[in-house]
């Protein structure tokens, strides 16, 4: 706090002790003997507390303290009266002295007449510092309100122009990528040729401009005049282009190409004017980065282990990449069926083509020539390759060798699937005897005895099928050899029949035989034969038990004879199949039954089949039933005995 | 009134386990062999939880469970995966997966601490 303090009084005696005990309390104390010295000493020095004599010759306490009340008015006066000069001292109050005190003088009553002086100081200063700092921050507010207005506006302006950009930028290929990088300092310039506003880039480059002169951030070219863009585009009403360098925030120079552009208002008057400046050096920069992409997609393009090539809508080659080359004869506008399959004509299912219909990615596997006449089997990928409208002008072909990869995958799908397949099924199975068990033990603890029941059925069913998986697998697993032998066909037939019979009769089937007269005697393995047929005729009874059309189903097993061949007809009109269900039906390991199939079962009946030198056939339809149609030579032909005979 | 759980598995004995294990533990079953017929069954029964196997004749569990998350009433039926296949992939937010053969004990474990 400011301590001084000027003492004025006639008397040198009170001047001298009073001046000695208010410095040793820390005061300054300069003192006066009369009311003129005072206010020349007061108006030089300034300070804050003024004691003063009421009775002085000349001007006296109370010209005085209206003199320095009249000066400052923050400074307090305490007088000094003597006795009697109530009056006097009571005047004194009216002119806003702070207090007085009497002669002679008490040191407390001074000291609490100093301290109030103080404390009014004091709180005049926090006042005045409050009243300060409010009329602050009603300035900041309102400004950062005004600026934030300006902001919503110009930020429109901002953010539609750069959208624009965006979009222009986005029709060049490629360009949407470097937009976002591209370094362009944004700024909106009045008529007064102030930045009102400024983009982020512009702020963090070139420093927060906003209030300052459009023309300020550009460097003072030595000779001609610069001619500020912003200007020259409100003198002219006309967009700039023009070259120019602008100072960084942090002391360099860059070089830039300014546009402007005006913005007018209703009236038609250029209003804002904006200016957009690239930085070429950046620019430069991201010239050569696109370059070394561009590269790089180069080096991808010719070293990725695939054939790539591009091709047009009359699958030309336009493109290839060097491992294409190396393999395959390509020449300008050869074509691709041509290069890759040494066709005349377009191949049927070409993945390109789709492309070129849907827009979409296809995939194909095809086996094509090389130039030295190998064949590949290669996975064909497509991609569409469009222009800057959109349409698709190109497909990029990416063809995978998997050649060895296929070989291999013959070699390892069956055992694969096999291992695969039936750890499945025998998960199943365990889950199917858990229950059982379950259910056995629990029903023989609560002491019920239909649960005991279901679970010994429930047993039954899963044994069962576990010996028709073990017979499968055990079947699969080692090729058998077909113990040939002449059987009666009738008897054979009526054998498989009374096996199957009372199954199917079991689930409400009706089952209808139907076999040829004086079918004679065939060569045949009887043991898998029959195999093979129940487990057709166990299809068909599934294939019935599962349809639940409400029909009375039948199962037909036909027997007869042509010249050549015994023709085994097994009939349903259950469920029936899909085409996709009949085409992989005898595909190892294929079962439309879920956890109860093996996907064994017709695998191996057409292996039997074809080991005696039948045929199978099927037709079916989803709802409506199936039909298979087994037909075996009366006489096995040599070369199965022969090739039946190798072991496996 | 105690949990209803769905079972749908084309497995009759399996069905049938599962359906004494549940009921034993005092829950409510239904079931289904099929997916198609899962799916009705859920509609007509909306069980608390769904136990569902994973390859059936017809339509697989992966098919009905996209069917189920569809319906805005059922998509939030938890489900516990029991099958003989590794399908972690095919069923995403499935609670559990538990592979057959399978722990009674460990299942109902399951089950509880997904509706108690």
Redesign the interface.
């Given at each position: 706090m400011d301590k001084k303090l000027l003492l004025v009084d006639d008397e040198e005696g009170i001047r001298k002790v009073l001046g000695i005990s208010l410095s040793d309390s820390g005061y300054t104390v300069f003192t006066a003997e009369n009311g003129e010295d005072a206010l020349k000493i007061f108006l030089e020095e300034t300070p804050s507390i003024v004691l003063t004599d009421i009775k002085m010759p000349g001007m006296d306490g109370i010209e005085l303290l209206q003199k320095i009340k009249h000066a400052n008015p923050d400074t307090e006066v305490i007088m000094i009266t003597g006795h009697g000069d109530m009056d006097l001292a009571i005047k004194s109050l009216k002119y806003q002295a702070i207090d007085f005190v009497t002669k002679p003088i008490n040191d407390d009553v001074l000291e609490i007449a100093l301290n109030r002086a103080h404390d009014k100081i004091r709180m005049r200063q926090q006042l005045r510092e409050y009243t300060e700092n409010l009329e602050e921050l009603v300035r900041q507010k309102s400004a950062k309100l005004i600026e934030v207005e300006r902001q919503v506006a110009v930020g429109q302006a901002v953010e539609g122009l750069s959208s624009a950009l965006r979009d222009i930028a986005g029709d060049l290929e490629g360009g949407l990528t470097y937009f976002n990088e591209m370094p362009c300092f944004v700024s909106i310039h009045n008529s007064k040729l102030k930045i009102v506003a400024v983009n982020p880039l512009y702020r963090e480059r070139l420093g927060d401009k906003v209030g300052h002169r459009s023309w300020e951030v550009y460097a003072a070219k030595t000779g001609a005049r610069f001619r500020c863009p912003a200007e020259q585009t409100f003198k002219t009403g006309k967009g700039q282009r023009t070259k120019a360098t602008v100072k960084t925030s942090d002391g360099d120079k860059a070089p830039v190409i300014v546009h402007t552009a005006p913005i007018r208002n209703q009236d038609g008057d250029v209003e804002l004017v904006v200016e957009i400046s690239a930085d070429i050096t950046e620019v430069k920069r991201l010239r050569a980065e696109l370059h070394r992409t561009q590269q790089r997609y180069q080096q991808l393009f010719d070293e990725v282990p695939c054939y790539i090539s591009v091709q047009d809508r009359e699958f030309r080659l336009t493109d290839a990449n060097r491992r294409f080359k190396e393999d395959f004869d390509i020449e300008n506008g050869a074509f691709c069926y041509g290069v890759y399959k040494h066709r005349d004509e377009p191949c049927p299912n070409c993945p390109v083509a789709k492309t070129f219909e849907d827009g979409q990615s296809h995939q194909a596997e095809m086996v094509v020539t090389s130039k030295t006449g190998e064949q590949y089997n290669v996975l064909i990928w497509t991609a569409p390759l469009r222009n800057t409208a959109g349409e698709i002008t190109h497909v990029m072909e990416m063809s995978t060798n998997i050649t060895q990869i296929r070989e291999l995958q013959d070699n390892l799908a069956s055992l694969g699937l096999k291992i695969s397949s039936i750890s499945h099924g025998i998960k199943s199975l365990l889950a199917g005897l858990d229950g059982g068990i379950y259910l056995l033990d629990t029903g023989l603890k609560k002491d019920k005895p239909e649960r005991i029941i279901e679970g010994w059925e429930g047993l039954k069913t899963v044994l069962s099928r576990i010996r028709k998986m073990v017979h499968d697998i055990l079947f699969f697993a080692k090729e058998r050899e077909i113990k040939w032998e002449r059987v009666d066909i009738l008897n054979f037939a009526d054998d498989v029949a009374a096996t199957v019979e009372p199954k199917i009769k079991a689930k409400g089937i009706e089952f209808v035989c139907n076999f040829g007269t004086a079918l004679g005697a065939c060569e045949i393995d009887a043991g898998v034969m029959r195999l093979a047929l129940i487990n057709i005729l166990e299809n068909a009874l599934d294939a019935c038990v599962e349809d639940e059309a409400s029909k009375s189903h039948t199962i037909a097993f036909d027997v007869h004879q042509n010249e050549k061949q015994i023709v085994f007809e097994i009939i349903d009109n259950g469920i029936g199949m899909d085409r996709e269900t009949r085409e992989s039906l005898f595909t190892l390991f294929f079962s439309s039954k879920g956890n109860k199939g093996t996907g064994l079962g017709l695998f191996i009946a057409d292996k039997i089949i074809d080991q005696h030198g039948g045929k199978i056939s099927v037709e079916s339809k989803p709802g409506q039933g199936s039909s298979f149609k087994i037909a075996i030579p009366k006489r096995i032909p040599e070369s199965a005995k022969a090739t039946s005979e190798k072991p496996a | 009134m105690s949990k209803k759980i769905l079972i749908i598995?084309?497995?009759?004995?399996?069905v049938?386990?599962?359906e004494?294990?549940f009921g034993?533990n005092g829950y409510a079953t239904c079931s289904a062999t099929s997916s198609m017929e899962g799916l009705d069954v859920v509609k007509a029964e909306k069980p608390d939880l769904i136990c569902l196997?994973l390859?059936?004749?017809g339509e697989w569990g992966p098919r009905f469970y996209r069917k189920l998350r569809k319906d805005k009433e059922l998509k939030d039926i938890p489900v516990i995966v029991v099958s003989?296949?590794d399908g972690d992939h095919a069923i995403k937010d499935a609670v559990a997966f538990v592979?057959?053969?399978?722990d009674?004990e460990k299942l109902i474990g399951l089950v509880k601490m997904t509706i108690g």
């Amino acid at each position: 706090m400011d301590k001084k303090l000027l003492l004025v009084d006639d008397e040198e005696g009170i001047r001298k002790v009073l001046g000695i005990s208010l410095s040793d309390s820390g005061y300054t104390v300069f003192t006066a003997e009369n009311g003129e010295d005072a206010l020349k000493i007061f108006l030089e020095e300034t300070p804050s507390i003024v004691l003063t004599d009421i009775k002085m010759p000349g001007m006296d306490g109370i010209e005085l303290l209206q003199k320095i009340k009249h000066a400052n008015p923050d400074t307090e006066v305490i007088m000094i009266t003597g006795h009697g000069d109530m009056d006097l001292a009571i005047k004194s109050l009216k002119y806003q002295a702070i207090d007085f005190v009497t002669k002679p003088i008490n040191d407390d009553v001074l000291e609490i007449a100093l301290n109030r002086a103080h404390d009014k100081i004091r709180m005049r200063q926090q006042l005045r510092e409050y009243t300060e700092n409010l009329e602050e921050l009603v300035r900041q507010k309102s400004a950062k309100l005004i600026e934030v207005e300006r902001q919503v506006a110009v930020g429109q302006a901002v953010e539609g122009l750069s959208s624009a950009l965006r979009d222009i930028a986005g029709d060049l290929e490629g360009g949407l990528t470097y937009f976002n990088e591209m370094p362009c300092f944004v700024s909106i310039h009045n008529s007064k040729l102030k930045i009102v506003a400024v983009n982020p880039l512009y702020r963090e480059r070139l420093g927060d401009k906003v209030g300052h002169r459009s023309w300020e951030v550009y460097a003072a070219k030595t000779g001609a005049r610069f001619r500020c863009p912003a200007e020259q585009t409100f003198k002219t009403g006309k967009g700039q282009r023009t070259k120019a360098t602008v100072k960084t925030s942090d002391g360099d120079k860059a070089p830039v190409i300014v546009h402007t552009a005006p913005i007018r208002n209703q009236d038609g008057d250029v209003e804002l004017v904006v200016e957009i400046s690239a930085d070429i050096t950046e620019v430069k920069r991201l010239r050569a980065e696109l370059h070394r992409t561009q590269q790089r997609y180069q080096q991808l393009f010719d070293e990725v282990p695939c054939y790539i090539s591009v091709q047009d809508r009359e699958f030309r080659l336009t493109d290839a990449n060097r491992r294409f080359k190396e393999d395959f004869d390509i020449e300008n506008g050869a074509f691709c069926y041509g290069v890759y399959k040494h066709r005349d004509e377009p191949c049927p299912n070409c993945p390109v083509a789709k492309t070129f219909e849907d827009g979409q990615s296809h995939q194909a596997e095809m086996v094509v020539t090389s130039k030295t006449g190998e064949q590949y089997n290669v996975l064909i990928w497509t991609a569409p390759l469009r222009n800057t409208a959109g349409e698709i002008t190109h497909v990029m072909e990416m063809s995978t060798n998997i050649t060895q990869i296929r070989e291999l995958q013959d070699n390892l799908a069956s055992l694969g699937l096999k291992i695969s397949s039936i750890s499945h099924g025998i998960k199943s199975l365990l889950a199917g005897l858990d229950g059982g068990i379950y259910l056995l033990d629990t029903g023989l603890k609560k002491d019920k005895p239909e649960r005991i029941i279901e679970g010994w059925e429930g047993l039954k069913t899963v044994l069962s099928r576990i010996r028709k998986m073990v017979h499968d697998i055990l079947f699969f697993a080692k090729e058998r050899e077909i113990k040939w032998e002449r059987v009666d066909i009738l008897n054979f037939a009526d054998d498989v029949a009374a096996t199957v019979e009372p199954k199917i009769k079991a689930k409400g089937i009706e089952f209808v035989c139907n076999f040829g007269t004086a079918l004679g005697a065939c060569e045949i393995d009887a043991g898998v034969m029959r195999l093979a047929l129940i487990n057709i005729l166990e299809n068909a009874l599934d294939a019935c038990v599962e349809d639940e059309a409400s029909k009375s189903h039948t199962i037909a097993f036909d027997v007869h004879q042509n010249e050549k061949q015994i023709v085994f007809e097994i009939i349903d009109n259950g469920i029936g199949m899909d085409r996709e269900t009949r085409e992989s039906l005898f595909t190892l390991f294929f079962s439309s039954k879920g956890n109860k199939g093996t996907g064994l079962g017709l695998f191996i009946a057409d292996k039997i089949i074809d080991q005696h030198g039948g045929k199978i056939s099927v037709e079916s339809k989803p709802g409506q039933g199936s039909s298979f149609k087994i037909a075996i030579p009366k006489r096995i032909p040599e070369s199965a005995k022969a090739t039946s005979e190798k072991p496996a | 009134m105690s949990k209803k759980i769905l079972i749908i598995d084309d497995d009759p004995v399996v069905v049938k386990y599962l359906e004494a294990v549940f009921g034993d533990n005092g829950y409510a079953t239904c079931s289904a062999t099929s997916s198609m017929e899962g799916l009705d069954v859920v509609k007509a029964e909306k069980p608390d939880l769904i136990c569902l196997d994973l390859q059936m004749p017809g339509e697989w569990g992966p098919r009905f469970y996209r069917k189920l998350r569809k319906d805005k009433e059922l998509k939030d039926i938890p489900v516990i995966v029991v099958s003989g296949i590794d399908g972690d992939h095919a069923i995403k937010d499935a609670v559990a997966f538990v592979k057959k053969p399978f722990d009674p004990e460990k299942l109902i474990g399951l089950v509880k601490m997904t509706i108690g």
